[in-house]
């Protein structure tokens, strides 16, 4: 389970945001690994297991170099199943510049969690409950471009860009056009 480290908190702000948001009996796990998140295939399970990407910031540690470092575009993707009431999530993987090796996010921050789980809810209840929320504003949902990292983004070594779900792979992707 040592795998699943970055679940925990997310896992217990998930029914803080429910209870928020007044939805109730839905349960929160992390993604089983045999689940394709390749873009296509989310799309092609979507009429059972609608889908969503959400970029927010987080950190890595590599754990067989142990080179840390920030990411300002970390892919979570989501999808659910009304019938079970689960909401399955998963964290995508970057490579390590030193060792490039595949690691998993080490960590997300509180308040970046907070924004994720608060869009979450909003896409469940548009999504399963045909409530639209009209304060909300999608451009919201996108990274600060004041608060990016200076750092250009490792699109070679980020597995969401390979997968066609990295929103700032595909922007980059759309420039070199």
């Not at 297991?49 to 840390?68: D, E, G, L, M, V």
């Not at 070594?157 to 066609?164: P, S």
């Amino acid at each position: 389970m040592t795998q699943y480290k970055w679940f925990i908190p997310i896992e217990s702000m998930f029914y803080e945001a429910l209870y928020y948001y007044y939805i109730h009996n839905w349960g929160i796990e992390p993604m089983p690994s045999n689940v394709n998140t390749h873009k296509e295939a989310l799309i092609r399970n979507g009429k059972n297991w609608p889908f969503r990407t959400h970029n927010t910031k987080a950190r890595y540690t590599c754990h067989n170099c142990k080179k840390s470092w920030k990411s300002s575009h970390t892919t979570m993707i989501w999808r659910a199943h009304r019938e079970t009431s689960i909401v399955q999530i998963r964290v995508e993987k970057q490579g390590c510049q030193r060792c490039n090796r595949k690691c998993q996010v080490s960590s997300i921050d509180e308040e970046e969690l907070e924004i994720a789980l608060d869009w979450m809810c909003i896409w469940i209840l548009d999504i399963f409950y045909g409530v639209k929320n009209e304060d909300t504003n999608e451009d919201r949902d996108k990274p600060d471009e004041t608060d990016e990292s200076k750092a250009p983004h490792d699109s070679v070594r980020c597995e969401a860009g390979t997968k066609g779900t990295c929103r700032k792979c595909n922007e980059l992707k759309k420039k070199h056009r």
